[in-house]
């Protein structure tokens, strides 16, 4: 099962990812199993027919975290405040220690904005927001994906790949680079950290732009060249304003940029 996602069987990353399946109801078993296995609840996400039963599935499993079932009744939504209010909240209305806050605050952007959730969205039911619910939600076309410890005022767009393209690269390698370089670097760096919502599509919104334009930085990850990639670099360029350039690669022990 580790091989099968591109990890080793000791890997930590491979612990937990055994470990929220498991917690999400997709799976049965943890790494130290002898078995990891699909529920019922599994298979009818695996082999939902159709895309709509498949999301409905989803959100249902995002329920299934009571975490995220609290948080998301309690905001009505998907829309959280600044780290600050949001830290004083989850202290008080949820007992949560506060050296988990922004863990949780970044898994709870990420699972909501690939569900596609926003405003509007009740735990009584797995429809989801109206669409001009979502259009009047910034978070539609992007998402943050990190906060400064304390409020700087700064904002860093992130710009790259939605999917790989190159076969030497394991599927979900650009959502790590996010996740684990460029989320938590400029985080430190005292930005809040910006990007497209990933959810396949390849167009290239307004908002998208003008977030890009108005940033105090962008960074533009180049592995692979994408179109959409230069020409949203050629964009920030034009204005004359601060770009920060990567390359990601794997190596044997690691995923690092240079």
């Given at each position: 099962m580790a091989?099968?996602?591109?990890?080793?069987?000791?890997?930590?990353?491979?612990?937990?990812?055994?470990?929220?399946s498991r917690d999400f109801g997709f799976t049965e078993g943890s790494r130290d199993s002898d078995q990891i296995a699909l529920t019922e609840f599994g298979r009818d996400v695996v082999c939902a027919p159709n895309k709509q039963q498949e999301e409905a599935k989803l959100r249902e499993a995002l329920l299934k975290i009571d975490i995220f079932r609290s948080v998301l009744d309690y905001y009505k939504g998907a829309n959280l405040p600044e780290m600050q209010y949001l830290g004083n909240t989850l202290v008080r209305e949820f007992k949560l220690d506060p050296s988990l806050h922004e863990e949780f605050s970044r898994l709870f952007r990420e699972n909501t904005a690939f569900l596609k959730i926003g405003s509007g969205f009740g735990s009584e039911s797995s429809e989801p927001p109206t669409p001009s619910a979502r259009s009047k939600d910034v978070s539609s076309s992007t998402v943050v994906l990190a906060e400064p410890r304390k409020e700087?005022?700064?904002?860093?767009?992130?710009?790259?790949?939605?999917?790989?393209?190159?076969?030497?690269?394991?599927?979900?390698?650009?959502?790590?680079?996010?996740?684990?370089?460029?989320?938590?670097?400029?985080?430190?760096?005292?930005?809040?950290?910006?990007?497209?919502?990933?959810?396949?599509?390849?167009?290239?919104?307004?908002?998208?732009?003008?977030?890009?334009?108005?940033?105090?930085?962008?960074?533009?990850?180049?592995?692979?060249?994408?179109?959409?990639?230069?020409?949203?670099?050629?964009?920030?360029?034009?204005?004359?304003?601060?770009?920060?350039?990567?390359?990601?690669?794997?190596d044997a022990r690691n995923l690092r940029c240079r």
């Open positions: 091989a099968a996602v591109g990890l080793s069987s000791k890997n930590p990353d491979f612990f937990y990812l055994a470990a929220a700087t005022g700064l904002k860093c767009f992130a710009i790259m790949p939605f999917r790989e393209r190159a076969t030497v690269r394991p599927k979900g390698f650009f959502d790590e680079v996010l996740r684990a370089l460029i989320a938590p670097s400029g985080r430190d760096a005292g930005f809040e950290v910006i990007t497209a919502n990933r959810d396949g599509s390849d167009v290239i919104q307004a908002t998208i732009v003008n977030q890009l334009l108005d940033a105090d930085l962008v960074i533009a990850d180049l592995t692979e060249n994408n179109p959409n990639v230069l020409f949203e670099l050629g964009l920030r360029i034009a204005e004359d304003k601060p770009v920060a350039l990567i390359r990601a690669k794997r």
